[in-house]
């Protein structure tokens, strides 16, 4: 079997899991601004951890050691700095340059969710706390505690190809058609307050779909190459990730409908 199989294998054998999130019935509850806004407040955790899975691959396949030293895998090397190059440093919709993350604060702040909690995790973290008490400080929901819990025990395992099949097969893509949509027809609601959102979707989906997945995808296929453990090890990892985003979507999930509108579902434009 080819490497490119071995990826489409997985792809197929992940595809409940993938599908239990792209049609998760959190969609159907985010109705108003305010229930963008509590998916949002949630969502941004994830957002930043999945930076932490990009940049410690970065530490671990490129030359990031002083003094340096050349990276034994050229091509998960290249791959991985061009990724970095788009998430770290994307142009923005103004044509300034920006993270990914950054851009998704200031998505926040334009919509009115709250950066509170978030913005204090930072500056906990800047203090030299570890991720989990910074996290109890600030009393984080449980499933985002739990959701980064899982992420950080991936990349504390310093196990490279766990950590990148995490991060190839726990993309943003998961965010389904649906919420664009949602995101639209809001944006329209509120004059334009999600633009810079909807800015931030739109280079997602063309990011991923056109360069980072595919990048990715080799990525994984040169650090497994005919290793059949590595192969098993990439699925195990892909599907621990996609349950672990499954349990963050039920815990927002249910915050919506307990904190959230009690307005009944948009009416989408096909």
């Known amino acids: ?51 932490s899975l990009l940049k410690s691959l970065q530490q671990q396949l490129t030359g990031s050691t002083i003094p340096w030293l050349p990276s034994e895998n050229k091509v998960a090397t290249r791959l991985i700095n061009e990724i970095v190059l788009g998430e770290e440093s994307d142009q923005r919709s103004d044509g300034a340059f920006s993270s990914h993350f950054e851009m998704y ?3 926040m702040v334009d919509c009115g969710a709250s950066i509170l909690s978030i ?30 819990a899982s992420t950080f025990s991936t990349i504390e395992s310093n196990q490279t190809v766990r ?26 609601k509120n004059h334009g307050k999600l633009d810079n959102f909807r800015y931030y979707l739109n280079r997602h989906i063309e990011l991923d779909s056109e360069e980072h997945g595919p990048m990715a995808e080799r990525m994984i296929e040169s650090l ?13 990892a892909a599907k621990d990730a ?18 959230g509108s009690s307005q009944p579902s948009l009416r989408l434009q096909t």
């Open 1 to 51: 079997m080819t490497t490119g199989s071995k990826i489409s294998k997985i792809n197929a054998n992940l595809e409940v899991h993938r599908a239990a999130l792209i049609n998760h019935p959190i969609y159907e509850d985010i109705n108003t601004l305010r229930d963008l806004q509590i998916f949002m407040e949630h969502h941004v955790f994830a957002v930043w951890d999945f930076m």
């Open 105 to 107: 604060l200031q998505s």
């Open 119 to 148: 913005s204090d995790f930072l500056n906990i973290l800047h203090e030299g706390v570890a991720v989990s008490e910074a996290l109890r400080r600030i009393n984080a929901p449980l499933p985002v505690q739990t959701f980064v």
């Open 163 to 188: 950590v990148a099949a995490a991060f190839t097969f726990g993309r943003e893509d998961l965010l389904p058609a649906i919420f664009e949509r949602i995101v639209d027809q809001l944006n329209l």
């Open 224 to 236: 497994c190459g005919n290793s059949s453990v590595n192969w098993h090890l990439a699925e195990l």
């Open 242 to 259: 996609l349950q672990a985003r499954l349990c963050l979507w039920d815990g927002m999930h249910q915050q919506l409908k307990t904190s």
